[in-house]
């Protein structure tokens, strides 16, 4: 038998344990409001629920600094002149309907705080907004809580926390609100099913934050209010019931339906609750952000090498090559370039690796390997849903059952709107569910942080990364040498002479990806200025793009990169960068451009004539190029030839040719694939069934190389550097009859005895790793020929050496005399 000590020691662990025990979450809907302050309106404030409710901002409110990071306050942006545009991006202003009192919406009358709606279908709707009084926000006869921090600082009589309404928006009294009334120091409640306003008295200190709560218990008919978890008031015989469900519902934060009586203040983590979360008084709770918890520490991020060729150390010599691979992709590493071109290696097409498409099929692709070896290529398909398929070869792939089905497939790993808009990567920072990142438009509401532990099962963060929407794939890597993720986004800001669409890429740049991407706002008057300087399209500023209730692209409030030169024809532009940081090397950034030559608008009536429909081609042709990098900041493209052309491939006429993003590598070959298809962009004609995927193979390191002559010898030097190691290794290819030979020379361009260039050992032969080799005794031998078949007692007596460990950690130079060769890296190894 127990003794009672044992027993009431069994009984205390239990009732720890139930008490200690995790609560089941009832969260209807979160804001944390935590988006950058002076954010767009049209920008969207994320919700933080697993409901996905998300509001966008109007001209009525904006984020202002909060308890917990940032908060709404229904302040009014600074006035701005409209431009003329299109009614379903709100740039024409519209007269109430016939039998109705209230204008529909435009950016004329978008003078609310922050809202979702189901009406106002005359205008764009992208961020995928939900039907407020189909959810339990729609208050009724239930537990529920309504909680939030409010900080006081204006004293108007009435101001609205929020309002649900069953619409049509100010013709229907039937809503439900809760308002703050200063006159009375009273919180006042709305329903339809109240005979009067309920009142609740109220204790708030001006320019002070308080946590707030309602809450609501069905059973009892009564609402309890809380201000900083102390009871201040309690109303009982409340009956309450839910709005009916209607097609133009909607729900005003900050502002009542009509988008007047604002809020006297700021207001913070709002939360609906489906329970009755404070049953006694309690502690008013930390931020329900995980990132203002304590204990939260972000990725301690992996840290490469300095960078030798950034804009702050490329003049700085001796250079501090050390033992680092250095690919001649461009003159960065030389002092004097001879006769010599820097070449574009197109790769070996291949065999097809995924054909008989049938449905949607996007042609952004990524290619990744995985931990295990197996080779996955990602995309979108129905509703841009995204998918996978994978091979083990990297020629036979399939279609893996993921257990996610939808429309025919059942190889979904995202079954969201995401368009394959991103590319999935596995990042060296990341951790156990964090191991995978996938950085994407969605819902066409922003970009969006998804996370994997695997890359088959994925988690959206619930904050966009970036609150502007994106027009095609993002494209992102971490940089160890920067410590710092990159990515590349198209914008469609800018326009072409003739007025057609300029596309152009944008680059942003965060330490941290579970928050936001911070930009300077610009004004309508910085974009007047700036108009001045570039080709912008209307409306300006360019939040206005979208509508009121759609993000606007991409502006001008980050660098651009990747806009067409003076050297491309009129009208041509960059559809995708697909910029990566190459895995094999340091200080290497390799970029493959998506190129577009447009038909229409631009160029003499010779040109534009092609897009006409009877000729069946559509508005151009698209092929891939490369661009170089030596911090992924600043790029050099080459225009020709193609890295991927169109042209006839495996009974395919190829009129697109998309390169996917990433590469794979097997021994010293580089796998890489692309998207092909028959027809043109917007084709009035298509050829679904001959869509395909495609693999493509490059040498290791082979994007560029030098190339020199083969009619003469050619000669290059690098600039000043000291190095690490005792053997130079060359990825290099001569042909049959071209050579190279490589010398050191000190500081001062004396050749060093023994290490001369006129000391090596001709390189001829094609090599990935060719080790480097002198003769140092070659002044002992003059006029020798030797003969095919002859006596080796010359030979013997020759010393030779690969071992350069004598000159590391000296100031030399390298000078490489060379013809007819392909010369494309360097290293210095210890072997």
């Known amino acids: 038998m127990l003794n009672h000590n044992v027993l009431f020691a069994v009984i205390l662990f239990f009732y720890v344990t139930l008490l200690s025990a995790p609560k089941e979450d009832h969260t209807v809907s979160l804001w944390l409001f935590d988006e950058q302050c002076d954010l767009y309106p049209s920008q969207v404030l994320e919700n933080s629920s697993a409901h996905n409710l998300p509001l966008v901002l109007g001209l009525g409110g904006r984020i202002v600094r909060g308890k917990f990071g940032n908060a709404l306050q229904p302040l009014m942006h600074p006035e701005i002149r409209l431009p003329d545009g299109e009614r379903k991006f709100g740039l024409v202003k519209l007269d109430p309907p016939p039998g109705r009192t209230i204008a529909p919406l435009t950016w004329y009358n978008a003078e609310f705080a922050a809202l979702m709606t189901s009406g106002e279908t005359h205008l764009r709707k992208e961020v995928g907004f939900k039907r407020p009084t189909a959810t339990a926000m729609n208050l009724g006869d239930f537990d529920w809580t309504v909680e939030f921090w409010f900080y006081l600082h204006r004293d108007t009589d009435t101001g609205t926390v929020f309002e649900i309404g069953a619409g049509p928006r100010g013709e229907n009294e039937k809503v439900t609100r809760l308002s703050l009334n200063l006159k009375n120091n009273s919180f006042n409640f709305l329903n339809p099913m109240i005979q009067s306003t309920v009142t609740l008295p109220t204790k708030l200190t001006f320019k002070k934050w308080h946590h707030v709560a309602f809450v609501h218990f069905a059973d009892e008919e009564k609402i309890d209010h809380f201000v900083d978890g102390k009871l201040l008031s309690s109303v009982n015989n409340v009956t309450i019931r839910k709005l009916e469900s209607t097609e133009e519902d909607y729900m005003s934060i900050g502002r009542d339906g009509l988008w007047e009586n604002p809020l006297q203040g700021k207001i913070d983590e709002l939360r609906f609750s489906a329970d009755p979360v404070y049953t006694n008084e309690f502690n008013p709770p ?10 939260y520490v972000a990725d301690q991020l992996a840290k490469g090498p300095p960078l030798l060729f950034d804009d702050e150390s490329k003049d700085d010599t001796p250079i501090q090559l050390g033992g680092r691979k250095h690919l001649f992709i461009d003159d960065a590493f030389l002092e004097t370039v001879g006769d010599v071109e820097f070449t574009v290696n197109p790769p070996e097409k291949k065999e097809l690796v995924i054909g008989n498409i049938k449905g949607p099929f996007r042609k952004h692709l990524t290619v990744i390997e995985d931990e295990d070896g197996l080779i996955r290529i990602y995309n979108s398909a129905h509703d841009d849903y995204m998918i996978v398929h994978t091979s083990r070869d990297g020629v036979n792939f399939k279609a893996p059952n993921t257990g996610i089905t939808y429309r025919g497939r059942n190889n979904i790993v995202i079954a969201e709107p995401v368009g394959g808009k991103g590319n999935p990567f596995i990042d060296p920072n990341g951790k156990d569910k964090h191991r995978w990142k996938y950085i994407s438009s969605y819902h066409n509401r922003g970009v969006y942080l998804y996370t994997s532990a695997d890359g088959w099962s994925w988690s959206r963060q619930k ?19 920067r410590q710092m993720y990159v990515s590349t986004h198209r914008t469609g800001i800018f326009h072409t002479p003739g007025g057609a669409t300029q596309r152009s890429t944008v680059i942003t740049q965060a330490e941290n990806l579970f928050e936001p991407v911070k930009y300077e706002p610009l004004s309508q008057n910085d974009y007047w200025k700036l108009d001045k300087k570039y080709r912008l399209r209307e409306p300006q500023p360019w939040w206005l793009d979208n509508g009121p209730l759609t993000p606007g692209d991409f502006g001008l409030e ?6 067409p030169t003076l050297d491309d024809p009129v009208g041509m532009d960059i559809y995708i960068t697909k910029a990566i940081k190459y895995e094999y090397a340091p200080d290497t950034y390799i970029s493959f451009p998506i190129t577009y030559f447009h038909y229409e608008e631009d160029g003499p009536l010779t040109r534009q004539i092609l897009i006409d429909s009877t000729r069946l081609r559509g508005a151009g042709p698209i092929e891939t190029q490369i661009a170089v990098s030596r911090n992924g900041l600043n790029w050099t493209r080459y225009y020709q030839p193609a890295y991927v052309p169109i042209g006839k491939h495996e009974g395919i006429d190829v009129k697109t040719a998309y390169i996917a993003h990433g590469m794979v ?61 005792n053997r130079l290794v060359l990825n290099i290819d001569t042909d049959a009859v071209g050579y190279t030979q490589v010398g050191f020379v000190d500081a001062h361009d004396n050749p060093i005895k023994g290490f001369s260039v006129d000391d090596c050992i001709y390189i001829n032969g094609d090599f990935i790793n060719e080790k480097v080799e002198w003769i140092q005794n070659r002044e002992e031998f003059t006029d020798v020929s030797i003969g095919e078949g002859e006596s080796t007692e010359i030979l013997k007596k020759v010393k030779t050496t690969k071992d350069v460990s004598p000159l590391e950690g000296k100031v030399v130079k390298l000078v490489f005399r060379m013809r007819g060769t392909k010369l494309y890296s360097m290293q210095f190894l210890n072997q």
């Open 286 to 295: 930390p931020s329900f952000s995980s990132i203002y918890q304590e204990g």
């Open 665 to 725: 590598r097997r021994g010293n070959e580089l796998w890489q694939y692309y998207f092909a298809e028959p027809h043109y962009h917007s084709a009035w004609v298509k050829y679904d069934d001959k869509r395909a995927v495609f693999r493509l193979v490059q040498r290791l390191d082979g994007f560029i190389s030098i190339d020199s002559p083969y009619e003469k010898e050619a000669v290059i030097q690098t600039k000043p550097f000291i190095f690490e190691g």
């Open 558 to 563: 980050f660098p651009h990169i990747f806009d």
């Open 463 to 481: 904050m966009a990364l970036i609150p502007f929407r994106s027009g095609t794939q993002s494209c992102t890597f971490y940089d160890d040498q």
